[in-house]
């Protein structure tokens, strides 16, 4: 990890007539203790020293908590809002392009995975709406706030997507707690975010804006680490690169972890759209949602339990939230140190929201949303020459990373009962080796943190409401149709859509077939479900249930639907799916299951 002081030319001008000369040497080595990896990353490591120049570290202040002061009565850190002009973009509003624009649009469109041409053609500095709910406004926070350092990690991304998103994180903080934005390059190739980021970066506007650079491609998890170890902020705030901070975003953010430096805080997000870089709102107005999940590990967000809304006096107050997606969020950075930062152990990306969530709840901490902190993130809609893994792909060897980083915090927060329900969903995951998980439950077990059981029922019961407790699988694997020798395959469509049977390739994916004790038949987190007798489809599972119409016949390998009495078969003409009368003499009827071993799992 290299730390570029952009500014350096000027310090050593004055360090040669200053007697400040000494300052400016210590605070150089002390950068340099910097480490270049976080392979050795934990709680106790880290370039924090004791003495003058050690981090004092940030303490609660309980009952310290920002006052409403009622309808019409301007809080203390709200500022005067201009939402006019007529520029592209401005407010927040969508822009469009010439038609003699559209080799140049897709080109770029396949470079960034969004309409980067639409972007630049947009202000840094554009204006955008303000969608934060009405109370908002008469809010007045605790004026001795931490000081936050504002942490992007960006690989290969557009110039303007990224300057629109420091220049919206100066723009919009009171300096007083904006300490710093810590820009980690995470080893770009792109030519713009080479010397001419460093030369841009020398600009005075930028004087709190600092560059790291990742020696070599770390993924997006331990360039966050890069980013946590480098900042000096009381708190780090974590953003993508692609982001527009909304008005008054950061005080609400910080005040949470003012009051209870355990709080990992999350503001609401608003999109961007990817194509014309308009803004909207991605909750409905008046609605608290929050994050869940469901057994495989899929990011789900829920509408907010009565039992945490009436702990509110106000609807616009930050409320209890199991999880968060993972990409933007504030945290004490001495208590992210304390619990070990991410686990360095988890690979480029993926796992690592739940992760952290996980053990700031268990041990000791709590996670919340904050409606009155707004930042707008745009969502790629398109595929990317730019953001592909590059040479991570070699260095891990073709093992599913994600997967992987979910089998790893599975198997250090889960307790035994819920490790099963992952298990069930993803039983490819016994397979991977997710390394040395020794140093994690080592800090399990110092903090002293709760069980799982405690979390789930305390913390994230309406996980419940919709992924109830799954029953184990009785047959898992590919089914191949004994007459075609083809396998059932989801072809990866999405529900509603009708599937079929392709060449078996026991690879797994869309033609990795579940089918549990309850009779429900799964391909992932989707049912494959009968639409009438003439099209099998994949569809989604029925909210709160695990239990389906469904039933193996292994003596005669029939699939039997169990409310139409008939069973499920290739049509021997059209070769499509469909539910005919069981006949346990024809092969298009019969259906064998396969061992499904992946290629990085073969030895």
Request: proline share 6%.
């Amino acid at each position: 990890m290299r730390v570029v002081q952009c500014r350096r030319s000027r310090v050593a001008k004055l360090c040669l007539v200053s007697v400040l000369c000494l300052t400016v040497l210590v605070i150089t080595v002390r950068h340099s203790r910097w480490p270049d990896g976080l392979a050795q990353l934990g709680p106790d490591t880290g370039e924090d020293q004791p003495g003058p120049l050690g981090r004092q570290a940030h303490v609660s202040h309980p009952g310290e908590k920002p006052i409403f002061l009622g309808e019409g009565k301007k809080g203390n850190f709200e500022p005067d809002i201009v939402t006019v002009g007529e520029a592209a973009g401005e407010n927040g509003k969508s822009h469009q392009l010439r038609v003699e624009q559209k080799q140049e649009e897709e080109k770029l469109k396949g470079v960034y995975g969004f309409n980067q041409l639409v972007s630049d053609e947009i202000s840094l500095n554009r204006t955008v709406p303000d969608q934060r709910e009405e109370e908002c406004r008469n809010w007045d926070y605790p004026t001795d706030l931490p000081t936050a350092s504002v942490i992007l990690v960006f690989h290969n991304e557009g110039w303007s997507t990224l300057f629109r998103t420091v220049n919206s994180v100066i723009n919009r903080s009171p300096p007083q707690f904006l300490h710093e934005v810590v820009l980690v390059d995470d080893k770009s190739e792109l030519e713009h975010l080479h010397q001419r980021l460093e030369d841009e970066l020398k600009k005075p506007y930028y004087a709190k804006v600092k560059l790291v650079r990742n020696q070599e491609r770390e993924g997006l998890i331990r360039a966050r680490n890069n980013g946590a170890v480098a900042a000096t902020g009381e708190v780090v705030v974590f953003l993508d690169a692609h982001c527009e901070v909304t008005y008054n975003w950061l005080p609400p953010l910080l005040a949470p972890i003012h009051e209870d430096r355990t709080t990992l805080s999350v503001p609401v997000i608003d999109g961007i759209d990817w194509n014309d870089f308009g803004i909207h709102p991605v909750y409905a107005k008046g609605s608290h949602s929050r994050g869940i999940f469901e057994w495989g590990f899929f990011y789900k967000e829920g509408t907010l339990p009565d039992k945490e809304a009436k702990k509110a006096a106000h609807h616009s107050e930050p409320y209890n939230s199991p999880t968060h997606a993972g990409g933007l969020f504030a945290i004490d950075r001495e208590w992210f140190k304390e619990l070990g930062w991410y686990d360095p152990g988890l690979w480029v990306w993926g796992g690592e929201n739940f992760e952290l969530s996980f053990k700031v709840w268990m041990c000791g901490g709590r996670s919340v949303w904050v409606p009155c902190s707004r930042v707008s993130h745009v969502y790629r809609g398109h595929s990317c020459s730019s953001c592909g893994s590059g040479t991570l792909t070699n260095k891990f060897k073709g093992v599913p990373t994600t997967l992987r980083n979910y089998k790893r915090v599975v198997e250090v927060w889960f307790d035994d009962e819920y490790k099963e329900f992952f298990y069930t969903r993803e039983p490819l995951a016994k397979l991977i080796d997710m390394g040395d998980i020794s140093q994690q439950l080592k800090l399990k077990e110092e903090k002293n943190c709760k069980s799982f059981d405690w979390f789930m029922t305390e913390i994230a019961y309406d996980v419940f409401d919709k992924y109830p407790k799954l029953p184990p699988n009785k047959y898992w694997g590919e089914l191949k149709n004994q007459a075609t020798k083809t396998c059932l395959d989801t072809m990866g469509k999405h529900p509603p859509s009708v599937i079929g049977a392709s060449g078996c390739h026991g690879g797994g994916g869309y033609q990795m077939i579940m089918l549990n004790t309850e009779g429900q038949l799964v391909n992932g987190e989707w049912c494959i479900k009968a639409d009438g007798h003439d099209k099998i489809t994949i569809a989604w599972c029925d909210m709160g249930r695990t239990d389906g119409p469904w039933q193996y016949l292994p003596d005669t390998q029939q699939m039997r639907h169990t409310k139409y009495d008939r069973c499920l078969a290739l049509h021997p003409e059209t070769r499509q799916l469909v539910l005919l009368a069981c006949d346990e003499n024809n092969l298009y009827h019969k259906w064998q299951w396969g061992t499904i071993t992946p290629h990085w799992a073969r030895t």
